[in-house]
């Protein structure tokens, strides 16, 4: 049977936070470095690896020891990381049923990962890093896009949602969400959408020079750049595959004034998803 190409499915997700929502651009990005140390168990060291470092005074454990003969495994984070405070409500993003709540004994730490196939065999998504006493929703039951499912827990030291969406590839496997069933995809455009949506669209007044254009990358994302005299903050437009005709438009619009010499006008949503940015809604020559 020939392979047959797979394209991410087209969701208008609801947002897992009140927005407007935060990517812990630092770590928390989709396909972050996450080295984990390994042991070698049964198997012979290898000529070269990467031997794990001795973690630093200040963040070791009391009698924590690194296991001897261990290496670095070098993982990537297939989810993403939106900043939060404990307490925060936690929505499902999509209508489906509810597969697998986890809740640590002491009720401190709980995952939910939801369905959203009616025939069990589609798209999953999982949220990780929740209040395990606060989860209000238990395995079987349905849910629709937007509904409360939890509070954001006071576990990690720095309270955060992991959102995470996995296709599945193996339905017939009783865990079809696990790692060795689905693959991971990347949240990261559906919920940057989501998070522009839910802002207001605001006006920059007068026209403004454009001073400078450019290409930056943050958090693995490329974003068309335009700087103008009077914006306190840069016009980001993304430059994800396949960009839009309108992501175009607007890029030449800023492109062809700095050229011209020409102000522009602009109508813009004030973005901190990516750091705190301007989202061009639209541009126009003056």
Not at 106 to 129: F, Q
Request: proline share 10%.
């Amino acid at each position: 049977m020939p392979l047959q190409p797979v394209h991410a499915p087209q969701l208008l997700l609801a947002p897992p936070l009140l927005p407007p929502l935060v990517l812990r651009t630092e770590n928390g990005f989709f396909g972050a470095k996450r080295p984990a140390i390994g042991a070698f168990g049964d198997c012979e060291p290898c000529n070269r690896f990467e031997e794990p470092p001795d973690p630093e005074p200040s963040r070791r454990d009391p009698g924590e020891r690194r296991p001897a003969g261990g290496y670095v495994k070098h993982q990537l984070h297939e989810a993403v990381d939106l900043e939060g405070e404990a307490g925060d409500c936690v929505f499902a993003v999509y209508t489906g049923r509810v597969v697998e709540v986890e809740r640590s004994p002491d009720g401190v730490r709980g995952d939910v990962t939801i369905d959203h196939h009616p025939l069990g065999a589609g798209l999953v998504s999982r949220y990780l890093h929740l209040e395990g006493a606060s989860i209000c929703v238990e395995e079987g039951e349905s849910v629709t896009k937007g509904d409360l499912i939890a509070q954001l827990g006071s576990g990690p030291a720095d309270p955060h949602l992991h959102v995470e969406l996995r296709i599945v590839l193996d339905p017939s496997d009783r865990r079809f969400w696990s790692d060795r069933n689905s693959v991971a995809l990347d949240p990261t455009r559906l919920l940057y959408r989501v998070e522009g949506d839910a802002l207001p669209v605001l006006s920059a007044g007068a026209a403004s020079a454009v001073t400078s254009i450019g290409v930056e990358t943050v958090a693995h994302v490329p974003f068309f750049r335009a700087d103008t005299a009077d914006a306190p903050a840069p016009y980001r437009i993304p430059l994800y595959e396949p960009s839009t005709e309108h992501e175009r438009g607007l890029a030449a619009v800023f492109t062809k004034a700095l050229e011209l010499g020409r102000p522009v006008e602009v109508d813009y949503r004030d973005s901190v998803f990516f750091g705190p940015h301007r989202v061009p809604v639209s541009t126009r020559l003056a």
